[in-house]
């Protein structure tokens, strides 16, 4: 079963690169036209940018209790993030995934998921304060329209969301799990239009509402200690800003601190609420759209874009695909999710 789980992911992984096979020949006739000098740099960031990640998450690790590397976080983060794409499941795959590493591990699971959760919800934390000064940029250039305004309340809602079921999970098991649980019961009703089967387990709510609150159980720092993720999260998203201006500077495209502020917080704000995984598609085609609204030529918006697609998605989706495959070659094969 655990060796079918890695075929199915790996084989998914070949679909969606199959699928975007057209997308990859672009990238390359893209590629060829551009400084390969500032290219490479880029890269160097992207690599920066997966230690930089490993540190947040250890650092919520750390609150918690738990206690693993930066080498060992960077893989199973890079590896999770390759799962998120090929099966996307609102980053539950992902957290399933560190689970599966904490019991392999000797972790507590319940504090790994809990600091997996966490991560999703700091990291938009972090985002929301680099979201609100692209907003500022953007009402201040007469840019701001209904579309941004509309996907940044649905963000704040997703992040309200997250903060609320970890706040329940660490006030009240019970109360966890009987929202759980009628979540759970409200999409099987649904879900029984199309099929007899239940999808969801009330049982399975009940023990993840345990495993939360058992992870919260060793959480004695002070409130205040979330600020440092919340730190790295931001740092995370200065890394990709430079990504995004090595992207400019290897077309010669003359640019302001505003349109990479302003040009990030838009791209990054439509691949969280895209309801492709990791804004497939749609992230492609609406950064040209707000580039260029950024005053950057319609044909310098879409060289930049595919640029910086290259280096923020499809690196990482092939390094992820490596971590993913090296967890189970090396003799630490996840388990079965």
Same mark, same amino acid.
């Given at each position: 079963m655990?060796?079918l789980?890695v075929?199915v992911?790996?084989f998914l992984?070949i679909?969606?690169v199959a699928i975007?096979?057209?997308?990859l020949?672009t990238i390359m006739l893209?590629l060829?036209?551009?400084h390969l000098?500032?290219?490479?740099?880029a890269?160097?960031?992207?690599?920066l940018w997966?230690?930089t990640t490993?540190?947040m998450?250890?650092?919520?690790?750390?609150?918690?209790?738990?206690d693993?590397?930066?080498?060992?976080?960077s893989r199973i983060?890079?590896?999770a993030?390759?799962?998120?794409?090929?099966?996307p499941?609102a980053g539950?795959?992902g957290?399933a995934?560190?689970?599966?590493?904490?019991?392999?591990r000797g972790?507590?699971?319940?504090?790994v998921t809990?600091?997996a959760?966490?991560f999703?919800?700091?990291?938009?934390?972090?985002?929301l304060?680099i979201l609100?000064?692209?907003?500022?940029?953007?009402a201040?250039?007469?840019?701001?329209?209904?579309?941004? /305004?509309?996907a940044s309340i649905? $963000?704040l809602?997703? #992040? %309200?969301s997250y903060a609320f *079921?970890?706040?329940?999970?660490?006030?009240s098991?019970e109360?966890?799990g009987k929202?759980?649980?009628a979540?759970?019961?409200?999409?099987?009703?649904?879900?029984?239009i199309?099929?007899?089967h239940?999808y969801?387990?009330?049982?399975r709510?009940?023990?993840f509402?345990?495993?939360?609150s058992e992870g919260f159980s060793?959480l004695t720092?002070k409130?205040s200690?979330l600020i440092?993720p919340?730190?790295?999260?931001?740092?995370d998203?200065?890394?990709?800003?430079?990504?995004?201006m090595?992207s400019?500077?290897s077309f010669?495209v003359p640019?302001?601190?505003?349109?990479i502020i302003a040009g990030?917080s838009i791209?990054?704000l439509?691949l969280?609420v895209?309801?492709t995984?990791?804004? /497939?598609?749609?992230?492609?085609? $609406?950064?040209?759209i #707000? %580039?260029t609204?950024?005053? *950057?030529?319609w044909?310098?918006?879409?060289?930049?874009t595919?640029?910086?697609r290259?280096v923020?998605?499809?690196?990482?989706?092939?390094?992820?695909?490596?971590?993913?495959?090296s967890?189970?070659?090396?003799g630490?094969?996840?388990?079965?999710?």
């Amino acid at each position: 079963m655990k060796k079918l789980f890695v075929v199915v992911i790996l084989f998914l992984g070949i679909a969606v690169v199959a699928i975007s096979f057209s997308e990859l020949e672009t990238i390359m006739l893209t590629l060829r036209k551009a400084h390969l000098t500032f290219f490479i740099l880029a890269i160097i960031v992207q690599l920066l940018w997966f230690i930089t990640t490993a540190r947040m998450y250890q650092s919520i690790f750390h609150l918690l209790g738990v206690d693993e590397s930066t080498w060992t976080l960077s893989r199973i983060a890079t590896a999770a993030n390759f799962i998120n794409v090929v099966a996307p499941t609102a980053g539950v795959g992902g957290i399933a995934l560190f689970a599966s590493e904490a019991r392999r591990r000797g972790h507590p699971a319940g504090k790994v998921t809990v600091a997996a959760a966490l991560f999703l919800l700091l990291d938009q934390a972090a985002f929301l304060c680099i979201l609100a000064l692209g907003l500022i940029i953007l009402a201040r250039r007469n840019d701001l329209d209904a579309g941004e /305004i509309s996907a940044s309340i649905f $963000l704040l809602g997703i #992040a %309200l969301s997250y903060a609320f *079921v970890l706040y329940l999970g660490y006030r009240s098991e019970e109360k966890l799990g009987k929202l759980l649980a009628a979540a759970a019961r409200g999409i099987n009703r649904i879900v029984r239009i199309f099929r007899k089967h239940e999808y969801l387990s009330e049982a399975r709510a009940h023990e993840f509402a345990h495993e939360v609150s058992e992870g919260f159980s060793g959480l004695t720092e002070k409130p205040s200690s979330l600020i440092r993720p919340i730190l790295w999260g931001i740092l995370d998203k200065i890394l990709l800003m430079c990504i995004l201006m090595f992207s400019f500077l290897s077309f010669e495209v003359p640019f302001t601190a505003g349109t990479i502020i302003a040009g990030f917080s838009i791209a990054y704000l439509f691949l969280i609420v895209s309801p492709t995984p990791s804004g /497939i598609g749609i992230v492609e085609g $609406l950064m040209p759209i #707000a %580039l260029t609204s950024l005053n *950057v030529d319609w044909s310098q918006a879409v060289l930049i874009t595919l640029t910086y697609r290259t280096v923020t998605f499809w690196v990482p989706f092939g390094i992820g695909a490596w971590a993913f495959r090296s967890l189970h070659t090396a003799g630490e094969e996840p388990s079965a999710i």
